[in-house]
């Protein structure tokens, strides 16, 4: 059936269509059913549909932004709109649901019909589910690899080119702009993509979006890298692996995240860009996402993928029970960054941690003998070397170390006598620089004045929360009153 698009510029996050009920009637159509949109140069896209009474006509059709920018659709410009079948791939889900395995052409059809939005998000979550109880064999594990690699853009590179990922959950530990510009500034070649904030106060995305721009092209980001040996961006805009970004936004929702899955994410995004030499760290411990035990098997995980994709990987097991850095939040975490490139009153965890890693990835590829990594890294870092390559990243991305803007408000927690700090908690220490405002607002975010191990006077400022928004401040303030003896442990 031809019918005449209304535009009306909503936003679903996936292709979503509204049709009037008499329409919708004539068709044999009901909420929730599928239909294939065509333009006139026949391009198509299966959308959802909703319908509607009183906010188009009959005959009409309104439909999210992502169908008319992927459509190119112009207002009352007419569409083929048909009704479609199930997919297949809702029988494999089910078959999954059950606990049989799956074979490389079944997962290959889930992963298109995620990638072509002809799955609904309850559809997408049951597969996830799925894969949370029943799991998955490292065969299976492969294969969504391969799938999810497959369905994006890939990005061909030369030179040794090295990555890094952190499983993440800790609060501050933003390591990865100090390791890639300690590796770039030996000529390694390290396209970092990186992502936004899920439950944390910030991602690297956001904190070098502080400084410089983020968002770049695929061909952009290949003449950065020709200047600078390394790039600092957020990895959504690229169209890498975009399947996974589908899961993702779907695993918030319902609070799951299954190792097959996290494998798949993670090493998706690392074959897309080319890496030849892989990093995981993976920080656990008490107030990390990840326990020792579970460390420890991720860890044979990777390993045993790595060799399969023809990956040179080091996998370490680090120390997650604080949190790392004294800046909790984009602009206060991109200074402790500068602090530690610059080696002028740097947080001692944070450098000790990213030379460590840095030393890892020297070891790796050749670079620096065994057990002479860490030496290596560190002379780079204390020679200047490190901090002008990380300056050339930043001036190639547009950006600039000049100017940070000041927060309008803050809380200074202080002690109520002498005491000493024997634990901050990474998960409630997130949720406050979260209720502050992070990671939207740049600015928002705490700094940790005392760390483990420290006395602290009656009086002294143990952190302090700052925001641009008064409401904010005191949702802050509220949670950590509600959660102060759990949010830091004394003695």
Not at 15 to 41: D, F, Q, Y
Not at 209 to 224: M, P, Y
Not at 344 to 372: F, H, Q, R, T
Not at 479 to 486: F, S
């Amino acid at each position: 059936m031809r019918l005449k698009i209304k535009k009306l510029r909503f936003l679903t996050g996936r292709p979503v269509c509204m049709i009037h009920e008499k329409t919708a009637k004539k068709m044999s159509l009901h909420v929730g059913n599928r239909v294939v949109i065509k333009n006139n140069h026949k391009n198509k896209i299966i959308s959802i549909v909703d319908t509607v009474s009183g906010i188009i006509k009959p005959n009409e059709i309104a439909v999210s932004e992502e169908i008319l920018e992927i459509l190119a659709l112009k207002d009352k410009e007419f569409v083929s709109v048909e009704i479609t079948e199930h997919p297949k791939s809702i029988s494999l889900i089910k078959k999954k649901l059950k606990g049989e395995k799956l074979e490389k052409h079944e997962i290959n059809e889930i992963i298109k019909d995620i990638a072509d939005n002809a799955l609904t998000e309850v559809e997408v979550a049951f597969f996830i589910s799925a894969v949370y109880t029943k799991g998955m064999s490292m065969k299976e594990t492969k294969y969504l690899i391969k799938a999810m690699v497959e369905s994006g853009n890939r990005i061909n590179l030369n030179g040794k080119v090295v990555d890094k990922h952190c499983v993440g959950g800790i609060a501050g530990n933003r390591t990865t702009p100090i390791v890639v510009s300690i590796c770039a500034s030996t000529g390694l070649i390290m396209p970092k993509t990186s992502s936004r904030a899920i439950t944390s106060a910030a991602g690297t995305a956001d904190v070098i979006e502080t400084i410089a721009r983020v968002e770049f092209s695929i061909e952009e980001i290949k003449k950065i890298i020709k200047k600078t040996n390394a790039c600092l961006v957020w990895g959504g805009a690229l169209g890498l692996a975009p399947v996974d970004d589908k899961i993702i936004k779907i695993e918030r929702l319902i609070n799951i995240d299954s190792t097959p899955q996290l494998l798949a994410s993670i090493l998706s995004k690392k074959i897309s860009v080319g890496s030849k030499y892989v990093l995981i760290d993976i920080p656990c411990g008490r107030s990390a996402k990840v326990s020792k035990k579970q460390a420890i098997h991720l860890k044979e995980k990777f390993i045993k993928l790595g060799i399969i994709f023809g990956l040179k990987m080091a996998v370490v097991l680090t120390d997650g029970t604080e949190p790392i850095g004294n800046g909790i939040g984009p602009i206060l975490e991109v200074k402790d960054v500068i602090k530690v490139l610059k080696r002028e009153n740097s947080p001692k965890d944070l450098e000790e941690k990213s030379v460590y890693l840095a030393g890892v990835i020297l070891e790796l590829v050749g670079k620096a003998k065994k057990g002479k990594g860490y030496e290596m890294a560190m002379e780079i870092l204390n020679s200047g070397k490190a901090f002008e390559k990380f300056k050339q990243i930043i001036n190639a991305q547009e950006g600039h170390l000049n100017h940070f803007k000041t927060p309008s408000f803050s809380l200074e927690i202080k002690a109520h006598k002498k005491l000493k700090i024997l634990h901050f908690d990474n998960m409630i220490i997130n949720k406050i620089a979260r209720f502050a405002g992070c990671p939207e607002d740049q600015v928002a975010g705490i700094y940790l004045h005392k760390k483990k191990g420290d006395v602290v006077e009656k009086g002294e400022t143990i952190f302090t929360i700052y925001t641009e928004s008064e409401e904010k401040l005191h949702q802050a303030k509220n949670l950590y009153e509600k959660d102060k003896d759990k949010v830091i442990e004394f003695s």
